[in-house]
């Protein structure tokens, strides 16, 4: 297999009778190969997801299954996506003053194992310019003094000159304003500790020892208007006793983050992820 070839399709429309069928008969009569296919159909809401890979041969160009496929679409009356398998996703990283997120996203990407280039680290604080300054990654400090549009404004404009595909909030503790989440939306994912029962405000890992919780966890989400109750993306959780001291449940919560958020990241970056209304549906 080529892997300079190797094409991912994404596929969702309201289901009807033989849309594989169309699929596989277009990649076939243009002598491509699906490598991988995964489909759902959520009887709910009426609604078919599609996401496979297909190598091209190497006599075709992409722009010819892309024209083919905007074709489909009208048909079908579906949203589509192409791009190459190996696509490097851009991001900026937003923080505030914890730097556990932060750092395993820096070390994923410099192993491979996240597909991204972190163009800019963006923060209401300059507590984490150390780590940036070095990775030699650019740091934007933007304090909000009571002025959080005028912050967005400026967060915006290094969006948009960076080209960002991704913005992730590793423990950025703001809430962002409504015009920036629907301006990003299905862009923007979020991590926050999840616990049952529910601890809101400062020092909640002190809060979940003092009522003896059981279970601690790590919700990423995309963001949404509506605080923290965007689609849930991925889920973690841990055992715990009574043993365990608050500064004992602040780190085990803290690894749960971390690899919470680098697990939804990743899905997000190989496109595994389609917002289904309030849910997600994601092909591991």
């Known amino acids: 297999m080529n892997q300079d070839k190797v094409y ?12 594989v069928s169309k699929i596989s008969t277009l990649l076939a009569n243009k002598n491509c190969n699906i490598i991988e296919s995964k489909q759902f159909t959520d009887q709910d809401t009426n609604s078919f997801f599609i996401r496979q890979s297909f190598e091209l041969p190497n006599e075709l160009n992409i722009k010819f299954i892309k024209k083919e496929f905007e074709n489909l679409s009208v048909t079908l009356n579906a949203e589509y996506e192409i791009r190459h398998i190996q696509k490097t996703l851009k991001t ?4 505030s003053k914890f730097d556990h997120c932060l750092i395993e996203l820096i070390n994923k990407t410099k192993n491979k194992n996240l597909n991204l280039s972190i163009e800019a680290v963006v923060s209401n604080h300059n507590d984490l310019k150390k780590i940036s300054s070095l990775e030699t990654i650019p740091y934007h400090h933007f304090p909000i003094n009571n002025d959080k549009l005028n912050q967005e404004k400026k967060i915006i404009r290094v969006i948009n000159e960076k080209k960002i595909d991704i913005i992730i909030l590793a423990r950025y503790m703001q809430i962002l304003s409504r015009n920036f989440v629907d301006r990003f ?8 500790h999840s616990f049952l029962p529910s601890f809101k405000g400062a020092r ?3 809060q979940a020892y003092a009522k003896g919780v059981k279970i601690l966890g790590a919700t990423a989400h995309y963001v949404s208007s509506q605080l923290d109750e965007g ?3 991925d889920q973690s959780v841990e055992r715990v006793d ?3 001291t608050p500064r004992d449940l602040e780190l085990i919560g803290r690894d749960l983050e971390s690899i919470t958020l680098a697990r939804a990241v990743k899905y997000h970056i ?9 849910k997600t549906v994601i092909f591991n």
């Open 8 to 19: 991912l399709l994404r596929l969702n429309c309201k289901d009807q009778v033989g849309i």
């Open 92 to 95: 900026i990283i937003m923080v």
């Open 185 to 192: 939306y299905g862009k923007i994912i979020n991590i926050h």
């Open 204 to 206: 909640p890992y002190h």
């Open 231 to 233: 689609p849930i993306i």
């Open 242 to 244: 009574h043993a365990k």
């Open 270 to 278: 190989e496109r595994r992820i389609f917002i289904n209304n309030s």
